[in-house]
């Protein structure tokens, strides 16, 4: 069973907002920072958010991470057919000596 | 341009070994923590070892822990990854990673290992 787990599927309509959410432990949530990562078909995952809520340079504001005790959350608005990918959550994992990923949602823009 | 690139995938036996590389460019290798993370084809991100900046600090998943070794040579901006006693379950995409967790999260397109007979 894996430590970090992420609803499997989302969906929403263009320009319509969605959340995906990311639930945790205290060894891993509850006490280190979370990043996200978006993985197109076919494609390297792709850093969108770290430290809980910080953009890398180039990523749109459009995304944006929170963190409230040992839940995340991913928020995407205004979404676009180009945001249809995976999105896994990572934080590290006391256990592991490690990151632990999440099991990734399959974000679809109907 | 950070560029990370993989190679050195293919398809081996069970019980055989196979060594990954990962070749750094574009950015100060020796600065950074590398990671091995492998995902197999349809499915989720599982990680498999990270080694620190000069080779000294080194942990592994479970499932591999005595079967695979991750090393670094700095000289070489390359990264390794040896993998012995393979196993049908290893089969996966191996992507090597740039410190995952924070701002300078950077990710190579991956190599295919597939473990059959």
């Known amino acids: 069973q894996s430590v970090v787990t992420q609803s499997p599927s989302a969906s929403g309509t263009p320009g319509q907002s969605v959340t995906i959410s990311c639930s945790g432990r205290?060894?891993?949530?509850?006490?280190?920072?979370v990043s996200w990562y978006q993985q197109l078909p076919g494609t390297a995952p792709k850093l969108l958010i770290y430290?809980?809520?910080q953009r890398p340079s180039g990523v749109p504001d459009r995304f944006s991470g929170s963190k409230s005790g040992t839940s995340a959350s991913l928020a995407i608005s205004g979404l676009q057919s180009e945001d249809e990918a995976d999105y896994y959550c990572?934080?590290?994992?006391?256990?592991?000596?490690?990151?632990?990923f999440g099991g990734g949602t399959k974000l679809t823009v109907l | 341009e950070v560029q990370l690139v993989e190679s050195g995938g293919g398809l081996v036996q069970p019980g055989g070994s196979l060594r990954l590389s990962c070749a750094a460019s574009?950015?100060?290798?020796?600065?950074?923590?590398m990671h091995w993370v492998r995902q197999i084809p349809g499915k989720g991100l599982v990680w498999v070892a990270r080694?620190?900046?000069?080779?000294?600090?080194?942990s592994y998943a479970d499932s591999v822990k005595g079967r695979f070794t991750i090393s670094r040579d700095n000289a070489k901006n390359t990264l390794y990854l040896q993998m012995n006693s393979l196993r049908a379950e290893d089969t996966a995409v191996y992507y090597c990673?740039?410190?995952?967790?924070?701002?300078?999260?950077?990710w190579g397109q991956g190599t295919l290992v597939t473990v059959s007979s």
């Open positions: 205290s060894s891993n949530i509850g006490s280190h920072t």
């Open positions: 990572a934080a590290w994992e006391d256990s592991l000596i490690g990151p632990a």
């Open positions: 574009g950015f100060t290798f020796s600065a950074y923590w």
């Open positions: 430290s809980d809520n």
């Open positions: 990673a740039r410190e995952i967790l924070t701002s300078q999260g950077y």
């Open positions: 080694i620190n900046t000069d080779g000294s600090i080194i």
